[in-house]
């Protein structure tokens, strides 16, 4: 079911980004690359893919993105702070004109009541621009759900 759903975005991403001179890269920690692999799974992805960043330990976020490990330490690694942090690394840190990073706690365990399990903050940043935080709260549900929902 959201298969078919997760293939028509990335094609319209593959379709509409030459167009606008749009290079993408990602910086992913939920989905562990599934946003990566979903917009690399359409034929013509490498005229609008640069690269991905599966950034799913905090040190990975400090040295592949150049977020210093005190904020994270600070606002926790879920947190719109760090997705914002993480965007903007993935900016600098690739050949690419935008960005969209996603953290979160997609579960079963790890959730607290300030940051339950189905919280997820993704960023997008763009060149010469405002990046753009952006907080779901997709509940109780599976953690297979939680990744395929925050790859929509």
Known sequence: MYQ????NLAKQIIDIGPK????ISTAESCTGGMIGAAI????G?????DRGFITYSNNSKAELLGIDINLINKYGAVSKEIAKLMADGCLRKSNSN???????????????K??????VYMAIAKKN???I??????????RDEIRILTTL
């Open 4 to 7: 078919d759903e997760i293939n």
């Open 20 to 23: 606008n001179k749009v290079v």
């Open 114 to 119: 300030d940051k339950p399990v189905g919280l």
């Open 133 to 142: 935080n952006l907080k779901f709260l997709f509940g109780e549900k599976s």
């Open 45 to 49: 992805s490498s005229t609008v893919y």
């Open 129 to 131: 621009r405002d990046t």
């Open 40 to 43: 690399t799974s359409i034929s």
């Open 98 to 112: 935008l960005s969209v990073s996603v953290t979160g706690i997609a579960g079963p365990g790890g959730g607290t």
